[in-house]
């Protein structure tokens, strides 16, 4: 990454001969053990509602106010894309007695259309399985996932190279949680025992970098190889990451950076699946804080900081976002190179969800000073294959 500036504009990608690409077309999809009929044009053409960007809910005896903020990112090389991440709160359950909130951070080149449909579609079929499952929280979630996925499947988007995140959170009892993740998103807990706040992981990256994932996806057939170990340069930048990735026994595609995702027809039989991981966690009273957000406030900042940021402004959601956004965007710069040259800055796209939660008589004061050492800055590199030039670099086409 860098500063250097280019005029070159990126153009939409096609897989290379000889890989096998799922059809889009209309179709039906059996959903569960009942068909739902989502056509191309019942999907295309149903009207995107605006999410709620702040709400305060009871259950029990228990407060959660939330608030949420999404800030495009930047390219210079590609200076329309669009913000591809999205965030959704929604009531669900029969009665509306549980509440979804979730993060979707889309990538590729329909990637915004990815993370777009995902937010309209998953919060139903979490509704409607829930009818379903009554007995089993994460069952419910866990076919959502997978539907969500045969529905973006059988779209007019294109997701052969594309799709997107979903770290969600489940608020289904006054002191109980239950978080579901596909992708490298991520969802922290906040604790304020013993009088200071400690951030606590509710979900785990599913990228290559875990063995248990990287297994997983070689026992497919998938290689699992960084750019460098690709494609050796001796001109790479060693201050740029270059993370493993996922790619085709025999070609040198898709690249993906992440094991599990949304839509990615291309890497699927690699795979890379929407199978959520799921974990269910009390919430005892020194449980204060929720926090979900996408990898461009992850890559640059730690849990531990971000939730310290967040739990300064524990009167009011609204500024907790805004604080992580903007600091956020301070650390891109920084680690782009690019502090006083914002013109040529690149940063990705960020989305955070925070979730207070206020149990009866809690007025317990923190410390929010960390004695966490700060992240050292390694330049970030994009998660897919961006644009033809460089598909073509490593298809050799």
Known sequence: MGCASSSEAATPVAPPQGVPVKKHHAKSVTAGTEAMALTTHTISNEPA????????????????????????????????????????????????????????????????????????????????????????????????????????????????????????????????ITVSNVGDSRAVLGSTLPGTLQAAPLSKDQTPYRKDEAARCQSRGARILSFGQIRPDPDDDPEVEDPPRVWHPELNMPGTAFTRSIGDSVAEPLGVCAEPECLTVPLTEHENLILLASDGVFDVMTNQQVAELAYMHKDDPEKACEAI??????????????????????????TVLVIFVDHPNSTKEVSTTSTEHPRPHKRVRQKTLRNMEEMSEFTGQ
């Open 325 to 350: 956004i903007k600091k956020s965007y301070e650390e891109w710069l920084i680690n782009d190179d690019c502090v006083g040259d914002e013109e040529h800055a690149n940063y990705d796209d960020m």
């Open 49 to 176: 509602v605006e999410p709620e960007t702040n709400m305060t809910v009871k259950l029990g005896t228990v407060q959660y106010r939330i608030a949420a903020k999404s800030q495009k990112g930047k390219d210079p090389e590609v200076p329309t894309k669009p913000n591809q991440d999205c965030f959704s709160m929604n009531a669900v359950g029969e009665g509306g007695d549980s509440y979804f909130f979730g993060v979707y951070d889309g990538h590729g080149p329909t990637g915004e259309q990815c993370s777009q449909l995902v937010q309209q579609h998953l919060h139903k079929l979490v509704t409607r399985n829930m009818a379903k499952h009554t007995d089993d929280v994460g069952l419910p979630l866990h076919k959502a996932h997978i539907e969500v996925n045969e529905i973006l499947r059988s779209s007019s988007v294109n997701d052969a190279l594309s799709g997107t995140t979903a770290i969600s959170v489940l608020l289904h009892d006054s002191n109980k």
